[in-house]
């Protein structure tokens, strides 16, 4: 069988498309020793001892190389591309990677600046210098920046790899002496010592650092000839448990799900890419576990990438309890020197199990088995600025380069990964069955019109609130908005609280007191009176999290209602801490965003309340559907997921949509199958292939006057080269103005892949050889999420 287009289309069909400006163009000469080059391009030469040329990549935005001379004395193993050097660009020194050895340059030699320093006496990662050249040419993005991006802050720095040395505290024999009289005076030093101890092999800093120590207690024992402080290489240590794997018992697999594990079991030394479609609660983590087993077992490495909101402690728990290899985990909480740790552990294969939300798609691994992406479909996923890259679809590509198998794991799928599944290029493995007894709760329309509301609940709905509740369950009440309400507005003009700087309203908050734009973070007080008519009759209008919270605390006073929203979880442990409380079962209601909807397993719910229904219905994004259908089946399938069945009632003022009926009377599939014809019949995604340019100025004539000679030029271009790739507007963003600046969208749109890449290029060189263009803000989405 051929490889499958591995990426929406044909990622595989892309040929190298070089970014070379025109010759003479005026971006080609910014920099006195730069070099117009292919940016990752193929490598002319990849080792050689004494090149004469060093092509650079350098973290710029500018789609180039830059040639440099090397130093006098080269690295123990000669110039190779993939090794950091430290060279002067402008009036800074900065950290670039060598891209290729060569002997020629467009400028003479000795005009060429030479490099300060080597940073590595051998490449980077092959696998991660791989994905970064792909990730570049695939995003249109200059690999410079893709390159640091993709590194971790320190490499960034300059700081090495390797030979780090680990930094341990062990007892000394006169330590582990009778009590010492210098110690009286000082009983945290004490503590320490009695702790340390315990551990004969010493412990390293953080782990002292992290029971409350602190350095300066360590040092005083040392000088006191108690402690003694040891230097370990970092590689040296931990070592994987040798022999036994698991440190608990696998479960016993329903049908459905050893199904599943058998046919991804099949293939395991081929690329293989499969669709796992499985109900919420249909034991997906079950099957990701001894999929993961059977890899590392045989040697590899294992990848899994969980959307942002997945990352919990309760998901690592889950990991870390049933293996006794170290399960790396690669969250937003770790420091700079953690991250490189678990980089070199990944990329040495001392880790076996990597876990991470978005960028940790770009692990170096030397020994990969698997790639799993839980929650495919999930939109942190993608990047929304700088590097639009999305993880899914690099993991398709990684997998592919690697000939290893794929797991993208959903209970509703991407229509790009349900295309490519119905299409044969992936394996389409369905469990259709709960793990637990009752099958996933359907949805119930409940009509909103003409009803009187309460915090945005009507009447029937709140008796069914009540019902729950006196039965001894909790309920989930789900509402996209946070804040007290959407707006304020004057009763006795219309005056609504418009941001000055978006096209936006000001959201309602009242803890604290506060308007604020969601779109720019702007703040201001609240009104006394309407600032249109001085009238005092300003009042709030709609509904979100906290005045849903406000109303639900006051009808139903007997249980806590706990609110869960960015505002409310500021703090890192209080989203866990009120999880913990709500798993001890008792009644509660829960008020909250997405934060809540997704992923976690909260087994006492048996009535989920969607206050609102009908955002994504009729949005003018054409993804907004699909999303919003996708948030309403997770959300549902928080609802009854041990014992008892579970209800979720839906409010919406459209309960006649056929979009929202099909959704609830059949389910996402028969969904998802109706909106991928629309598509097709469309020309959208995943029929089509879309780039998005993005253009921003503080001035509507300047970012219009870009917009339109852009797409002149691309269409003349486009015309002349006889390409079939559309090009459509500039249009204005949905919100023209945001942050006081205006926003305009050129969308460029092809049957062919190969296509839309060289137009996005030539649009990108374009725009990076035009003067005005820097005056401008300008970025390429390819493959956009959204059209916002
Ligand atoms: P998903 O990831 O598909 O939402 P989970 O893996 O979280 O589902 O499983 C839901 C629940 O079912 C969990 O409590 C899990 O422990 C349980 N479960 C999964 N597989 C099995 C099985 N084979 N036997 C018994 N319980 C299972
Ligand atoms: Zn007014
Ligand atoms: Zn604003």
Redesign the pocket.
């Known amino acids: 069988m051929p490889p499958p287009d591995p990426l929406p289309g044909t990622a595989y069909g892309l040929s190298v498309v070089s970014n070379r400006l025109p010759p003479g163009a005026p971006g080609a000469t910014t920099a006195e020793h730069s070099s117009r080059a292919e940016a990752g391009g193929q490598l002319p030469d990849s080792s050689c001892i004494s090149p004469s040329v060093l092509r650079v990549a350098i973290p710029t935005p500018l789609r180039r190389l830059f040639d440099y001379r090397p130093s006098q004395a080269p690295p123990p193993d000669g110039w190779q591309p993939g090794i950091r050097v430290r060279v002067p660009f402008g009036r800074r020194l900065v950290v670039g990677v060598v891209e290729s050895c060569r002997h020629d340059s467009d400028l003479p030699l000795a005009k060429l600046k030479p490099v300060e320093e080597w940073l590595d006496a051998s490449p980077l990662p092959a696998d991660w210098l791989w994905l970064c050249r792909f990730t570049a040419r695939y995003y249109q993005h200059s690999l410079g920046d893709t390159l640091h991006q993709a590194m971790p802050v320190l490499l960034r720095q300059g700081r090495p790899v390797a030979g780090r040395m680990r930094e341990q505290w062990r007892v000394t024999d006169s330590g582990r002496g009778p009590g010492d009289e210098r110690l009286k005076r000082a009983p945290r030093q004490a503590e320490l010592l009695a702790m340390l101890r315990q551990h004969p092999h010493g412990l390293p800093t953080q782990a002292v650092v992290a029971q409350s120590f602190t350095r300066e207690q360590l040092l005083a024992l040392v000088e006191k000839g108690l402690l003694e402080r040891q230097e370990t290489p970092l590689t040296a240590s931990p070592q994987p448990a040798s022999g036994h794997l698991l440190a608990e018992p696998s479960l016993p697999l329903k049908r459905e799900q050893a199904a599943a594990l058998a046919a991804i079991h099949e293939r395991l030394d081929h690329f293989h890419p499969c669709l796992l479609h499985g109900v919420t609660g249909s034991g997906k983590t079950e099957v990701y576990l001894q999929l993961i087993e059977a890899v590392v077992s045989r040697g590899r490495q294992a990848l899994l990438l969980v959307p942002e909101i997945g990352l919990t402690p309760q998901t690592l728990a889950r990991f870390r309890q049933r293996f006794q290899v170290p399960v790396v985990a690669l969250h937003s909480g770790l420091t700079d020197n953690e991250r490189l740790d678990a980089w070199e552990a990944a990329a040495s294969g001392r880790a076996p199990i990597i876990i991470g939300t978005r960028s940790a798609i770009f692990t170096p691994l030397s020994r990969p088995g698997v790639i799993i992406v839980d929650e495919e479909h999930d939109g942190s996923f993608k990047q929304q600025e700088g590097l639009r890259y999305h993880a899914r679809d690099l993991a398709v590509a990684r997998a592919h380069h690697h000939g290893i198998p794929l797991v993208l794991g959903t209970a509703t799928p991407s229509l790009e990964s349900l295309h490519h599944a119905r299409s044969g290029a992936y394996r389409h493995l369905r469990l259709t069955q709960r793990a637990s007894r009752h099958a996933p709760a359907r949805l119930e329309l409940v009509d909103l019109r003409g009803r009187p509301r309460q915090g945005g609940l009507i009447p029937p709905v709140l008796e069914a609130i009540r019902g729950t509740l006196d039965a001894g369950h909790q309920v989930l009440v789900f509402i996209n908005r946070r804040g007290f309400a959407p707006t304020l507005a004057?009763?006795?003009?219309?005056?609504l609280a418009d941001c000055d700087h978006c096209d936006a309203r000001m959201t309602l908050h009242r803890q604290p007191p506060v308007l604020a734009c969601h779109h720019c973070d702007k703040r201001r007080p609240i009104p006394d009176?309407?600032?249109?008519?001085?009238?005092g009759?300003?009042r709030p209008l709609g509904s979100g999290t906290e005045r849903t919270e406000e109303t639900l605390a006051a009808l139903f006073p007997q249980v806590p209602v706990h609110r869960i929203d960015r505002d409310s979880t500021r703090r890192r442990d209080a989203f866990e801490a009120i999880l913990t409380e709500v798993k001890r079962g008792e009644p509660c209601l829960l008020v909250g965003t997405q934060m809540l909807a997704k992923g976690h397993h909260l087994p006492h719910v048996t009535l989920v309340v969607v206050v609102n229904a009908d955002a994504g219905l009729y949005a003018s994004d054409f993804r907004a559907l699909e999303h919003s259908a996708q948030l309403l089946v997770q959300v549902a399938g928080r609802a009854g997921r041990s014992s008892h069945p579970g209800r979720v009632l839906v409010q919406t003022l459209h309960d006649d949509d056929p979009h929202l009926r099909l959704l609830a009377e059949t389910g996402y599939d028969a969904l998802a199958e109706q909106l991928l014809a629309e598509r097709r019949a469309a020309g959208l995604p995943p029929f089509r292939f879309l780039a998005l340019l993005r253009l921003e100025s503080p001035r509507e004539d300047a970012a219009n006057a870009l917009a339109s000679n852009a797409s002149a030029a691309l269409r003349e271009w486009l015309q002349a080269r006889g390409l079939g790739v559309d090009c459509l507007g500039p249009v204005p963003a949905p919100m023209e103005r945001r942050q006081n600046r205006y926003h305009l969208q050129l969308m460029l749109a092809s049957d062919k892949r190969s296509q839309l890449h060289e137009a996005c290029a030539q649009l990108t060189a374009w725009l990076e050889a035009t003067p005005e263009a820097r005056k401008a803000r300008w970025s390429l989405d390819v493959d956009p999420q959204t059209l916002s």
């Open positions: 004057c009763h006795a003009c219309g005056w009176a309407c600032p249109a008519c001085g009238s009759d300003l």
